[in-house]
Each structure stands twice: as C-alpha cells, then as structure tokens.
C-alpha cells in the first residue's frame, strides 16, 4: 500500500522547510535509508533518508520550493499503483517522518493540536521530548541528567546522558533558559516525543503543562526528528557545534560530519576553522590523510574487543540451602541485541564454513612492521586488511538481501564486533580496502576506546557490509557468530595454537588459526563462501601480498 511521505521536522524550530535537490526522481526504486532528498531548514540543509522501500510514485514539493512541516513530500508504493485517493487527500499510513512510531491517541491530534497547545504555552516556555538519537530508536532511558530544576541553560548545554538502542549518548539544549520541569527521572525509560523536560523564563509558572502534554499535547515536543540524528545528537542545529571540549568531545557542523562519514574521514585528525575551531565542510573537503592514522584513544589492547573486563560485582553471602535469585532489568542495548539477532537468526538460513591458517608467517610479518617506532599492529588488524582484500575479489560475499534483488556492494565498509559492559557494538571501518594496516590499527584502537565509554556515535555503527567477530583474546579457539544483517556473511576470528603440524612431510611445532565464515543462503552458496576463504587464507599466510 502507498505510503505519504510529510515534510519532516528536522529542527526544534522549524516550521517549514525548502528541497534544495531531489535525488530521486518518479518512478526509481526506493529502498530503505536511501536518501530522497536534501532538505534547507532554517538552520542546516540536511539530507532526508526514506523509512520505507517501493517505487516513488510522486513527488509532491518540487526542487526549489518551500512548504510547511507535514506537507505531502512524496508518495512511495508499488510501481504503478493507483494513488489518486492519496493526492485527493485521502487516508495513507503513518507518514514516515519522526511522527512513525508515536502512539495512536497523539497521531490523531497531530494536526489539531499544535495550534492549541502553542498557545497555551506561557511566553518563553519550551517542552522539551524525548528525541530520536537512532534511526531504530523508539524509547530511551535517561542514564544521568546533568542539569537540575533551577539550573540556568544556554543553547548547546548538555542536558542529560540518554541510553538508546546503540550508545549512551549526550543530548544538547536548543533554547536558553531555565530548566523548569524534569519530566523523565535518571534510570526511567519512556517512548520517543515523551515529555523529557520543561524550559523557559525562570520563576515562569508551569502548572498544569505537564498533565496537558501527557493528556495528547504532543504538538508541543521541540525534540530533533530522525533525519538529524543520523549525524549527531545536536546535528541539526550547526552553528552550536564546536572544537573539541575539554571531555575529549569531538563536535562539527552536521554537514561535515556526513561528509566525513562518506569519505571515512576520522574527524580526530580534522583541524577546525570555523568558529571557536569548528569542524566546517570545508574542512573536509580540503582535508589530506596523513600517511598513518593516529588514534584518539591511547591503545590498550592489539585487537578490538581486549578492553578489560568490567569490575567483578561484589560477591553475596547466600547461606547454604537457601534459594537465591537476582535480577537485572534489561538495558536498551540488551533489547536491541536480543530483538535482532533473533531476527537474524531465524530470517537468515546460516550456514557455517571453518578453515584453519597457518600463523607463522603472519607472526613474523608483525614482529617485523611493531619494530617500526609507533608502529601498533595486531594479528586481528591483519585479519581485517585481509579481509577487505578478498571481499574486493569476492564482492558476492559483500552483498545485502532484498526481498526483490541482492544487493551487491562494491565499497568496503568493515565492523569491528567490541564487547563493552552492557553488550555488543559494531563500529564500522569505511572504505576498510583503501587503508593501510597502520590506519586500521590506529582507527579499531579509537572506535574501541570510545565504545567502551560510550561515545561512539550513531553514524559510525551504520554501513557496514561485512563483519569481523574475534575472541581468539580470550582463548576461545573456534566458535560460530550469528550474521550482523543487513550483511550477507560474518567471519569469527580464533586464538592462535602452537600445536604440531605436518610441513614437507614432516611433523613439526606451528602456529594456526581457525577461522569459522557464517554465511545467508539466500545470497551466498557455499562454494561462494569456501572461495573466499581460500583468497583470505592466502592474504593471511602470506602477509606480503597484502601490500602489493
């Protein structure tokens, strides 16, 4: 059925909204997350991704025109489907801007109430909703607030930590004032477009605000929308960006941030020129990669997920005989991981296809590059360039499932599986191919680091193509992952074993790996996946040709 597409909300104050530049044009086939359009707001042009997937059958605002925030935008449905009822005005299904996964009593007062509840709201007095920090995202739990009723707010103050589906991350004020009202309490969990907080003049009476938001007046939420999230939690707003803080916080204009992305620019090594040092497009444009990547974060382990272990709980003395049970309440990370693993899982026929690799070679190879001074290169570093290689010669490897075609994906973007304390996470290495083993180490040792403290960024856990699971670390010698969809494959990485081996007819002492390559039957068969190990084994036992 065909979907009506609104002109989104992508900033706290935007009240209409102008398409710069369509980048799809009637009847191409849309899929979900390609990007529909380049949106100016009154504070950024900002690219707008598609929710869902099907043929634009129409384009409503044409390039160059200006219309308010919920104007039809687009139709999307099956090619050649009648939508003359929806341009009629007809009924459609929920619109796919931010408004998608609001409850149903706030859809039906979405376009009545927002007159009503403006004007009830004193002079100066902002509501403030739980905002959309993921593109999955459709509750969030206030981890810590970091301002307090009575508190004075600038425009770009941090708020509070919020835990979404993918990180804890930092949420940024978009009005001055004071902060009134605290609607969601450290620890809660509440749906998108929730009341999170109240801002206005200080002493401004606020009674009865809270009842009447809760009661339907979702109209009132000044939270960003989906599109700006994907760059950040304050992307939409670019003049609040800024250097780095003093919390190591790396901020830039959200145009920057995307383009960065793209190019797989580490924005670390990106000298700001806008105001205060603000990371501007330019910035990007005109940046050359140094030779060797420098990592953020000071290194503490040779592979992705050596992070320590967090703190062993204290111990509770439970007399014998006595039964004792605890429970932990799930985080929002621990449903996400659950949720689409068992979709995986059960949506994806996995097969498993095992290869073990002589080491010794390899071993040699990085005893050799480590004793270059700066130099920091892990076997699973090495294990990740090999990888990119043979997914170039293998790109059916490489591929993402659609219902009516397979996607096969020519650029190379690898994720990193790092184990942090409430779960899993999956950094991504862009355009994995075209960086040396340098780069690779310094960027996993960065994007590691900030998993761990939770300050990865939604963007840079999105597009992956391909990924690497190792827990050879721990002594685990061969074990099987479930695949990280949209990817067609995943590759579990093993410890290295000193055992005896048989070389020339001989039986000597070796070093090898097992490497166990999960694949989706539906795009991948299985002399397809037993190829690619081959390539990958040679590019492993034999470091050398990695280079040429």
């Known amino acids: 059925m065909a979907i009506k597409v609104t002109m989104p909300r992508l900033s706290d104050t935007m009240t209409e909204g102008t398409v710069a530049t369509w980048l799809k044009k009637v009847g191409d086939k849309i899929s979900e997350g390609d990007i529909l359009a380049e949106i100016e707001t009154d504070k950024a042009t900002m690219e707008f991704e598609s929710f869902n997937e099907g043929t634009l059958l129409h384009i409503g605002i044409q390039a160059g025109e200006t219309a308010p925030v919920d104007s039809l935008l687009a139709i999307i449905g099956k090619e050649g489907e009648d939508i003359s009822a929806l341009l009629a005005g007809g009924d459609a299904p929920a619109a796919e801007a931010p408004k998608a996964d609001a409850p149903a009593a706030e859809a039906k007062t979405e376009t009545a109430a927002p007159a009503k509840a403006a004007t009830e709201l004193p002079k100066g007095v902002v509501v403030v909703t739980m905002p959309r920090l993921s593109d999955t995202m459709t509750e969030g739990t206030v981890a810590t607030w970091l301002k307090k009723v009575g508190d004075a707010v600038s425009e770009g103050d941090i708020l509070a930590e919020i835990e979404t589906d993918k990180a804890t991350m930092e949420f940024e004020s978009f009005n001055a004032g004071t902060l009134l009202y605290i609607g969601i309490q450290e620890g809660n969990t509440a749906p998108v477009d929730s009341l999170l907080a109240i801002i206005g003049p200080a002493g401004t009476d606020i009674s009865g605000i809270a009842e009447n938001y809760t009661a339907g007046g979702a109209a009132t939420a000044s939270a960003p929308a989906d599109e700006e999230t994907k760059s950040a939690p304050a992307a939409e707003k670019a003049p609040e960006a800024v250097n780095n803080t003093s919390d190591g916080r790396i901020l830039a204009s959200p145009l920057a941030k995307k383009i960065a992305s793209d190019k797989g620019i580490q924005l670390n090594q990106v000298k700001g020129s806008g105001e205060n040092g603000r990371i501007v497009k330019s910035d990007i444009e005109n940046f050359t990669p140094s030779a060797q990547a420098q990592p953020a974060a000071a290194a503490t382990s040779t592979a992705p997920k050596a992070e320590t272990a967090a703190p062993a709980a204290p111990k509770v003395f439970v007399p014998a005989g006595e039964v004792f049970t ?72 490489n591929s993402t499932w659609k219902e009516d075609a397979i996607i096969i ?140």
């Open 326 to 397: 605890e429970e932990i309440k799930n985080s929002q990370m621990r449903k996400i991981i659950a949720k689409r693993l068992a979709e995986s899982l059960f949506t994806a026929p996995h097969y498993n296809l095992v290869i073990e690799v002589s080491m010794d070679e390899a071993m040699q190879a990085r005893a050799a590059i480590n004793s270059v001074p700066d130099t920091k290169v892990s076997f699973n570093d090495m294990v990740i360039k090999a990888c990119a290689l043979a997914l170039k010669k293998h790109p059916k490897i």
């Open 409 to 548: 994906n020519h650029h190379v973007n690898i994720g990193v599986a790092v184990a942090v304390e409430d779960g899993l996470v999956v950094p991504v290495l862009r355009f994995t191919d075209a960086m040396s083993l340098s780069q690779i180490g310094g960027s996993v040792r960065d994007l590691a680091g900030r998993a761990k403290n939770k300050k990865l960024g939604p963007q840079e856990m999105e597009g992956s193509t391909f990924t690497v699971s190792n827990l050879g670390m721990f002594g685990i010698t061969e074990f099987n992952s479930i695949i990280n969809q949209p990817n067609s494959a995943i590759l579990s990485v093993g410890a290295i074993v000193e055992k005896p081996v048989v070389k020339n007819g001989q039986i000597v002492v070796g070093n090898t790996m097992m490497l166990s390559l999960a694949c989706d039957h539906r795009t991948i068969d299985g002399a397809t996946g037993a190829q690619f190990l081959q390539t990958l084994k040679q590019y492993i036992e034999s470091p050398v040709t990695m280079l040429a």
